[in-house]
């Protein structure tokens, strides 16, 4: 059974950081780029960061870079996304997605078409 299952989400004050985990099983995890999304009451879902397959390539929206970072360890097939600096507009369901990249093992994607997607965690910032 292919299961993507994110972790790590709460509550925090405006300039507080998290650690998002996103565990994958039931697929070869070192096949897929893997990306961030989040949605806020309201509004659309969006693509926050993504890593490809080979770890090479990282991606971030314009609005997270230099608070957030992408990371992955294969060996324990799962993906983290450190969030520093947060802040009330970073509020929403943040959700992982996988999607199969080979052979382009250098890309990573922010579209919504991806293989798998989670549950999403929520996250909540207080200002």
């Known amino acids: 059974e292919v299961q993507l299952v994110e972790s790590g989400g709460g509550l925090v004050q405006a300039g507080g950081s998290l650690r998002l985990s996103c565990a994958a099983s039931g697929f070869t995890f070192g096949d897929y780029a893997i990306g961030w999304f989040r949605q806020a009451p309201g509004k659309e879902r969006e693509g926050v960061s993504c890593?490809?397959?080979?770890?090479?390539?990282?991606y971030y929206t314009d609005s997270v870079k230099g608070r957030f970072t992408i990371s992955r360890g294969n060996a324990k097939n799962t993906v983290y996304l450190q969030m520093d600096s947060l802040k009330s507009e970073d509020t929403a369901v943040y959700y992982c997605a996988a999607r199969r990249s080979i052979p382009y093992r250098n890309r990573c994607y922010f579209g919504s078409v991806h293989d798998y997607w989670g549950q999403g965690t929520q996250v909540t910032v207080s200002s």
């Open positions: 890593i490809s397959s080979s770890g090479v390539t990282t």
